[in-house]
């Protein structure tokens, strides 16, 4: 038995499906890029074994523990740990059978396809998960990952992967990166410039933060400009550890371009921690125009990841803390938001801004018709809640006739679930192939011209776009 | 001739197509569970026959006559009542012409596979409605009305309705329901809580419905404890006949979290009749709050239909009264609004919470997020508008993954059309097919797993979601 | 070798396929009526030959330089002229050498088609256009270009052209309409009323624009009346040159409905330049109420194109002027924007009233609910950033099951680029004929029925709607 079907995600009609097929076959073996994400740079650095196969596959993500919450699991019953340190579930083979027990609630998930590919591509599993196979697929795992060929480094080798890149807070040391960067291991795994904790006064400990950021960077905090030569310091500081991005996750698309002078007396008031709500947005807003002029600066490329409501559950983020699946996605507008950063620097073309969305109306309504205007705009792919075959479809549907192929930058897996890795670049492609091969077979696109664009998405654009 | 293509909202593509037909025909015949609608109550009260053919599918119909209108029909030419109780049409046979001749107007529309399904499986009509088979249609449908087989009771035990549920005010005293109750007759018909009469202080006569329904529950309505007591004993009155939910018809989702003194406060305010738009939505989202509260006490299912901007036009309102087809959506935000209620109740495993909508761009944005993540909360099915094809193709494919199937709750007809029920359901269990059998040839569901899942879809999910 | 796929655009399922191929070939060439559009009525006045290929295709095409712009070209660079009369590129072939280099480009994009249908129906090349094939697609559309059977209108007559609009402003003495009413050939080419310039209070030298336009009709711009009866003056010479419609580019659906004291106000102030942003709106919106009550005297039927944001890059608005492809579409409401309107004239059954959108989700949720009940009321095509197979699709998978086909108007090919038009009638007849095709397959749409709606979508409804 095979929990894969091997012509999954492709169109069921045989013409149609054979286009598909021999579209994706083309690319299916080609390297990860892997330009935007979460994956812990220590696990490269260490190289130990991971744990167990609920804290492989349960208890840190957020998409599998939010589902089982959703129906009545307590996060304690699932490991997550608590912010006061009380009791939380630690025997793997429990939480391992709570998920188990509940597999049919990924019926239809994206989730699903990820688990099963990495069950049966990465570990060698054949038996669908459930009540009566958890503890079979529990031992089965757990053997595996004794095994050196199941460390980081190995898998890493063996996904494929060209290049991942991590996803860093100026105030983070690096020194993964740097173990990494020093071993005699070749894998080439970067960093990213996430500044939020220093550029978001919403942030917890945002003050102390931005004290500690200009120290760290023998920069004076007294002044707007010591507080952003610290930014182009710890950027010049991200580089050295390979990172060509800088990501940027605020609240709303909000941007703003005050004169030198409003910015001293923003930054002043947001330092004293007492800036109302409307000013904590216009530094955030302030910070994002000011990140793309350091880009210009620096040849960093910036992504924006706008538009989530982070903590909507005031109980969860007092027992359990951030990232506990209760970020949700808000209605986002883009074209006044940027228009103040982009009347400041929209018409650099040394410029890369990549867009992402959680609000899909605004893909063929915002997007598109920005990103297929302004030269230093591109659009990031299909993202988080959208990180599926529908959602992909939908934003290659909703992008392409008005953007283009050329204005977007290929697929970012954006995981912090290492082994769903390929599994998540398999169904980018697969939907990409997909896609195309109904333009072809539509006559909306020449074959030829087929196997070049899914070459372009599945490396060449991301490559390009992120300066790899 | 047949009006209904035996294989009507399957796939076309015969490897699809014959699954999906495996799969509906597992659930064809599978009882109608009907959790939430709007049929009157004193039809199986009464069980008198339906009077004529107009009367049954075109002057209650808001689907039927707001189309019909759209195309410069007159209201009165329908026989709808004026508020002035002037004259408008009684003639059944000449509204029913008017009705045939344009029924090219109903191309592309669920009204036309509703009304073609009725006329054939209820009537046994085989020819296609028009200016030409007007009166053959009419004389058919009225030589059966006329007949015993066609009385209410007899069509419900026919169209295979387990349990249907309808939905009254807590002003009503449910005597059509006593009277059901304290018949001879089988079938389970139940209430549900319906309170915007005394909840919503923009509704017509709100101050007088307080007293009114204070006085009737034995109550004060000079203080909030009373008024809240009135609910709770409504509540449970309505329990008696069967209620197992309430349901929420506000203009938007907003809640609020007052603290009992501010909500003292607000009640003394709503009851002058003086309050201004603010205070009045804050009190209907404090009552959703409330609501849920009681919830937890009673066991009652709560349902949220939120967003529609009643009675578009103040003419049609000022000469035929409420319900006449000029209820419009609006954009519907659900995260900041839902935030209060959830912050007070949002993890109690034993409160379900019942969330609809008629703006399609909360589904992937926002209701999915809501609902795979808070234990209390499932997504109600395609609403009103979107009680179609396409627009349920859109819920499962914009809901299924993020949120799964087992955050949803299955098919509500929500109709005051009795003849549509079979017709309606069965509309969702072949676009559910359909939908399944895509999963499932795409390599992202086992066959085995389809079968389970168009089972919970068709009655099992309905039954679980609304304690019954 | 071919440019098109004679099924391009046409479902691949074979029985799909074959049912839509059956329909689109009944109505493939049926006349255009083309009853929307920006195409210059100079070049059917003097009947001049185009003069080279890169300013038949290029230059004037916002669809066209916006995406080669957004890679980087600049707009000088493409022979965009400057508003400071600085120079640009006057090469042709060099501008088409840059455009056919990045042909790429347009991939996936509805430009791809327009642009393969003219180079192959109209100019007879069968040459995919590429950096290697530039000159040889330039010499030989030259050469075309020179010859009599490649002046506008012959084009016009070879294109099966039965009507076409243009849309004039107020200010505009029709004279190019003048010369083609004068001339012996028998083409119709009508006018359109477009009043934004002397509407709007934020269009580009408004005051002024008054009162010029008041002085053309011979009426005082001191008053609102004199105003208002300079309107119906230049309605009824428009009219001479057959304009049947008004047409409306408005930031946002607003209407206002004031009393008559009021508006005098409201005019006396945005005519001293000095109204705020509010007042500016107010004027906007008070205007469609007027219009809408002039179509009710002189029987212009009214379009409102609402929702772009004009000029978004404040630089290539100072450098090169409006229209230069940085319009882009915004959140746009409908459902509390046209109550004023409406509850105005919306019951009048002789008047007509065109709604467009550049925000798709108020398809479903607004505008076909509006256009489902108000008699007024009717939809236009999908517009813009939207005229694609992807945007019609969707166009009739969100409105049809709510308004039907009969609440919509047919096709717009609302362009400036004379050529594209057959490629866009026949975009919109192929999405129409595999739209129906679907629908009949599946069970919604009798066959027979199907034939008669593909020749309603493809000119009837088009007549109707728009009183030709």
Redesign the interface.
Known sequence: MSL??E???????P??RSLARALYDSIAQAPIISPHGHTDPRWFAENAAFPDPAQLFVTPDHYVF??L????VALEDLGVPRVDGGTTEVDGRKIWRRFAERY???????S??WLDHAFQEVFGLDT?LSAATADHCYDHISDCLARPEFRPRALFDRFGIEVIATTESPLDDLKWHRMIQDSDWGGRVITAYRPDAVVDPDFEGFVENVEAFCALAGESAASFAGYLNAHRNRRTYFKRFGATSSDHGHPTAATRNFTRAEIEALYAKVMTGKADAAEREDFRGQMLTEMARLSLEDGLVMQIHPGA?RN?????LARFGRDK??D????T?Y??AL?PL??AV??E?DLTIILFT????SY???L????????C?RLGPAWW??D????MMRFR??T????????TVGFNDDTRAFCSIPARHDVARRVDASYLA??I??????ED?GF??VEDLAHRLARQAYRL
Not at 69 to 72: D, F, P, T, V, Y
Not at 388 to 391: D, M, P, Q
């Open positions: 894969l079907d012509n999954r995600l492709l169109p069921v009609e013409k149609l939010r589902m919450h959703s129906q009545g049919h609630l990924f019926r239809g998930t994206p699903r396809i669908r409501l909507h559950s005031a109980g969860v699946g209760y949700i996605p808000t209605r507008d074209v006044t228009k982009l009347d929209g018409m073309r959680l609000d899909e109306t063929a309504r915002e598109a018709p920005l990103a297929g205007v302004y030269p705009l809640f959208h599926s075959y529908e959602g549907q909703m392409t006739e008005t953007a283009g192929f050329y204005n109904t333009l077979a539509t006559g909306r696109l020449g011209e070049e664009v």
